[in-house]
């Protein structure tokens, strides 16, 4: 039927990740997702930075190095430009995989070789991580309901340590450290943005999270662990200045150490890409993901010309995009454009740094909880009736959460090993890989072929799927089977075989709304 004019077909609506929001509620809740991830982006300097011999002033050079570059390949990721980009509400930032391994290069190096040998290994690995991309975007099939469930769940899980530690005080070695005054503000702070997500409607209801973290640090600032020091010794202009620490230098041990870490970001981002397909109702197929590792990698290629280091996609902005359902890709673009101007102004970044850890805390409870909740979701659509699939979940879960419930439990293994073992996400994932791998696919075509003949003439893929699942047939990253195609069903609920290059992006139903899927 045709459209009467002035009417929208349903063609013509824009997807809500391509949607563009007044400028006020953009800068607002472009501002939000910089104010969840600022701590995560400028604590790897901060750590690295003494490591490899910096004073007070060098690190925070090198902070503000870390905002503008997170703020590039933000951009990267959610504008991007030919294969490049998810052109998802992806932040991106410097990734936490590689600080153990950059502190133990400080170490073992001089102070004026340090930081260029970790640059020259970074830009090797970025640019190695790129052309892998296409390859590794591949793996999206071995990642079913079953395998990103728990991969998400671990994320959020893992993530809810920092967030206990913030809302101590951040520093183990402070005096204040677990003080009751520390958890005190990061309990008051999760009051406040739970009351306001309660009584709050429509925008305001969207950004409880900055409004919560305003909030907590003006009752800090009369409680005293509002810290002003940094705001008053902050430059008002400070570019950073191409290799300000030296030209590159390249080192065959540092280059495999920082190519192990680029392998484990390209895991970490490929499950996180996939998790937040799901919660924006745009699942991530191959080439999305392709486009964000392609994303993620340049981005880290080209960081090191600024002083920067590996960068990934935040994992805490996943949650604040599930809690507030503010879905605009061109809202995290703000993001990444606010990072660019804090990291060319000091003194605005102060300003951001004035939220105290305990305030950010109490709110990364959360934004963290938010994205294991998305995990359970997911699991909840995985066939977790077949016993398969619950050792599965079993197994991958309980070795994840290994360097959380025992942070010593490698101790005695090679410390190159320790870039992977002491990521719960990655040893996580790849556990769930292999496992449905051995319970669900090798092997499995004979099992599978009665389920195939029993299914009705000209049912297809679709009616194997549900013969499979019981009912619900499933795509790869669409639990809901509506992404665009459906592949031969086998036990751990998701169509296998066929990967649709392309799904239905602007699939909207009678309210004008996407259709979202019922995992959501």
């Not at 390859?135 to 340590?161: A, D, E, H």
């Not at 592949?487 to 990967?499: P, R, Y």
Request: aromatic letters at 6%; glycine letters at 12%; proline letters at 7%.
């Amino acid at each position: 039927m045709a459209a009467t004019p002035g009417q929208q077909t349903e063609g013509d609506r824009k997807h809500p990740v391509d949607e563009t929001l007044p400028p006020f509620k953009m800068f607002t809740s472009g501002l939000q997702h910089v104010a969840a991830m600022y701590a995560g982006v400028v604590a790897p300097p901060m750590i690295v930075g003494p490591a490899c011999g910096l004073s007070p002033t060098e690190t925070a050079f090198l902070m503000g190095a870390s905002l503008f570059t997170a703020g590039i390949a933000t951009l990267l990721q959610t504008l991007g430009f030919w294969k490049v980009g998810a052109k998802l509400p992806f932040v991106n930032g410097v990734s936490f995989a590689g600080v153990t391994p950059m502190i133990a290069i400080g170490k073992s190096e001089s102070p004026e070789n340090a930081l260029p040998i970790i640059f020259g290994a970074v830009i090797v690995a970025g640019v190695l991580g790129f052309v892998l991309a296409p390859y590794f975007s591949k793996l999206v099939r071995f990642f079913p309901p079953v395998v990103t469930g728990t991969v998400i769940t671990l994320i959020g899980v893992s993530l809810l340590p920092v967030a206990f530690n913030w809302s101590q005080g951040g520093n183990q070695q402070a005096p204040d450290y677990g003080s009751l005054t520390n958890i005190g503000m990061a309990a008051l702070t999760l009051v406040i943005v739970l009351v306001l997500r309660r009584v709050l409607r429509g925008f305001l209801q969207q950004i409880a999270i900055l409004l919560g973290l305003i909030a907590g640090t003006l009752i800090a600032i009369p409680v005293g662990i509002t810290n002003f020091s940094a705001l008053a010794e902050a430059d008002l202009i400070g570019f950073p200045t191409p290799f300000h620490f030296g030209a590159p230098q390249f080192t065959i041990a540092a280059i495999v150490s920082m190519c192990i870490v680029m392998l484990v970001c390209m895991t970490e981002s490929t499950a996180d890409m996939l998790a937040l397909g799901k919660i924006v109702d745009r699942p991530a197929d191959e080439r999305t993901i392709e486009g964000g590792l392609r994303a993620d990698t340049l981005g880290s290629a080209i960081s090191p010309l600024f002083n920067g280091f590996a960068n990934s996609a935040f994992a805490q902005n996943i949650g604040l995009v599930a809690m507030t359902k503010v879905r605009s890709r061109y809202v995290v673009a703000t993001s990444g454009l606010i990072l660019i101007v804090l990291g060319l102004c000091p003194m605005a970044a102060s300003v951001i740094s004035l939220v105290p850890l305990p305030v950010l805390g109490g709110a990364g409870i959360v934004l963290f909880g938010s994205v294991a909740a998305s995990g359970i979701q997911t699991l909840a659509s995985a066939a977790m009736e077949k016993g398969e699939n619950a050792l599965i979940v079993a197994a991958a879960v309980g070795i994840g959460l290994i360097p959380i419930a025992a942070p010593e439990f490698y101790h005695n293994f090679p410390k190159d090993m320790l870039v992977v073992l002491d990521s719960g996400i990655s040893t996580g994932c790849l556990v769930a890989i292999l496992l449905n791998l051995a319970f669900n696919h090798f092997g499995r075509k004979g099992a599978d072929e009665p389920a195939a003949a029993d299914a009705a003439p000209g049912a297809g893929a679709d009616a194997d799927a549900e013969a499979a699942t019981g009912g619900e047939a499933a795509t790869v990253g669409d639990v809901s089977g509506q992404g665009g195609g459906a592949g031969h069903g086998d036990d751990n609920g998701q169509g296998a075989a066929d990967i649709p290059r392309q799904p239905d992006r602007g699939k909207v139903d009678d309210s004008g709304e996407p259709a979202s899927s019922s995992a959501h």
